[in-house]
């Protein structure tokens, strides 16, 4: 088994809340799966998302190369990506 499978697969692709109190603005993160609710250590930013405006802004060929490598995703970073009519395969 590759290297590079085995540090992918402790890898997770989520939402990381930023902005200010009621006004909600996500960033599309690279965090380790195990640590990231306690250290907040970010790998890589991958874009970002403003829910009022509903527009998302992604870095689609680091995000294509990360699930490549085995990188999983939350849920809802999954129907973000979905709604994204370029990113449909």
Known sequence: ??????IARMLTIRLQRVGRKNDPSFRVVLMEAKRAAQSGKVNEILGSYNTRQKKAVLKRDRIDFWASKGATMSATVRDLLRREPSLKK
Not at 1 to 6: A, G, K, Q, Y
């Open 1 to 6: 088994m590759d290297i590079s499978c085995i």
